[in-house]
């Protein structure tokens, strides 16, 4: 796991007031201001959780009585997350937002929205819990009066980022007893900023049979942590990116981006690091966009041509991930398998196979139908046998929630539900 390209280098300007400094990262993907206990903007950009014109609060009651986990939850709008259209993303403990469609077990390493990631424990008191709402414009997830593990005594904090529909993402900050040279630990990684990545899956040096999977983290706004304190926000704004683009005129135009290309046969406008990386190569899209224009593809489309498309088997993302970082000059392209319908005339000879094979499927279906009926009824009369107890087993295996496991850096499946909190409501899906 390493970085494919950095998120760029770091200005800080202070304004003549001397309260406002405005920070900008220099990438291509946001642009950011911190904002202190001073400046009005700070308490504008707080969402009073208590407020209800904001919508319903819901408090989760598993992550509000849980060390080191995470739940998934649906957004009921498409949040814009470096370019890509998020819907659903994952709540942890630690203080941070996973954004990532396949849950590893680095989820603290890539794809994250980070307002304050560290060791927090909301376990350690009655009084810590993790809500969140949604609007239809803002989600808002709050950690409130959560303590660190192994420095409990040290005070509570309360935090909280909220996501727009726009794109514009805001950290605030509420309660932060302790500097971030006390808030280091060796058991959980301490960031303040967001992170992006994508996987490439290429054949394997040493054998071609095995798939190698390649994490690629694109890009990484880190924010200075000499600037969080108590009541202090940041307040993040999107910049424009190729994905945004749907037509070849306005992907290559440079007004608004650039770098930008298009590849006619996923009609997708990219540069080529993104979350669509894979695809991007699977179908050659940086060879059909070298050097190609608009006026290219227009002609390529009015001429026949035979539609070839990829054949991609599918891959079970379990395997451990890879620590080395391969170049852009160094991803293999997969080998495109095409595929093509073969029609022949018809004939007695194939009439009489076809009937032979709707017979045949319709004896299967009826064998299946019985075998699975003789199941029902074993498993009715005899409750405590292996196999009814393993199919209870693999049901609750699919409960959408990972946690770490204490002195571990991981994320597994946990079960179950979690208890309330005293004067706590759990009403949202977890």
């Not at 609007?135 to 709050?142: I, P, T």
């Not at 409990?152 to 514009?168: C, D, V």
């Not at 983290?217 to 307040?235: C, L, P």
Request: charged content about 20%.
């Amino acid at each position: 796991m390493s970085r494919a390209v950095q998120g760029g280098g770091i200005t800080i300007d202070t304004l003549p007031d001397n309260m406002t400094r405005v920070v900008e990262d220099s990438g291509k993907y946001y642009t950011w201001r911190s904002f202190g206990p001073d400046d009005r903007r700070t308490q504008e950009l707080w969402v009073d959780m208590n407020d209800v014109r904001h919508g319903q609060v819901r408090v989760h009651g598993i992550l509000s009585n849980s060390y080191k986990q995470a739940v998934r939850v649906a957004l009921s709008f498409d949040f814009p997350f470096y370019g890509h259209y998020l819907r659903q993303i994952t709540i942890a403990t630690g203080g941070f937002i996973f954004t990532g469609d396949i849950a590893h077990r680095m989820l603290t390493t890539t794809q994250y929205i980070a307002p304050l990631m560290a060791n927090f424990d909301p376990s350690y008191s009655k009084d810590s819990t993790v809500q969140y709402l949604d609007n239809g414009e803002v989600f808002v997830v709050q950690w409130e009066q959560v303590r660190l593990s192994g420095k409990e005594s040290e005070g509570a904090f309360t935090f909280q980022t909220a996501l727009y529909k726009t794109g514009a993402i805001t950290f605030s900050f509420r309660d932060i007893p302790l500097s971030f040279d006390e808030i280091g630990s060796v058991e959980h990684p301490v960031k303040v900023g967001l992170s992006d990545a994508f996987m490439v899956i290429s054949p394997s040096l040493q054998s071609p049979d095995i798939q190698r999977q390649t994490i690629y983290e694109y890009h990484r706004v880190e924010i200075d942590t000499t600037k969080i304190s108590s009541y202090s926000a940041v307040e993040f704004t999107p910049l424009p990116t190729c994905l945004q683009h749907d037509s070849c005129e306005s992907c290559l135009s440079l007004n608004q981006t650039s770098g930008c290309s298009w590849c006619n046969v996923l009609q997708r406008c990219s540069d080529g690091m993104d979350r669509h990386r894979q695809e991007w190569l699977d179908y050659g899209c940086p060879e059909e966009s070298k050097n190609a224009t608009c006026e290219d593809y227009f002609r390529n489309d009015n001429s026949t041509a035979s539609s070839v498309t990829p054949e991609i088997e599918d891959v079970t993302f379990f395997t451990p991930l890879l620590k080395s970082c391969e170049s852009d000059d160094e991803t293999k392209h997969h080998i495109l398998k095409a595929s093509s319908d073969v029609k022949s005339d018809s004939s007695t000879g194939s009439d009489g196979l076809a009937s032979t094979g709707v017979i045949a499927g319709i004896a299967a279906a009826l064998v299946l139908l019985v075998a699975l009926v003789l199941v029902a009824l074993y498993i009715n009369y005899h409750p405590s046998a292996a196999s009814p107890l393993y199919l209870i087993q693999r049901r609750k295996t699919h409960w959408p929630s990972w946690k770490f496991q204490k002195q571990q850096t991981g994320y597994t499946e946990v079960e179950g539900e979690g208890h309330e909190k005293e004067s706590t409501v759990e009403t949202g899906p977890c």
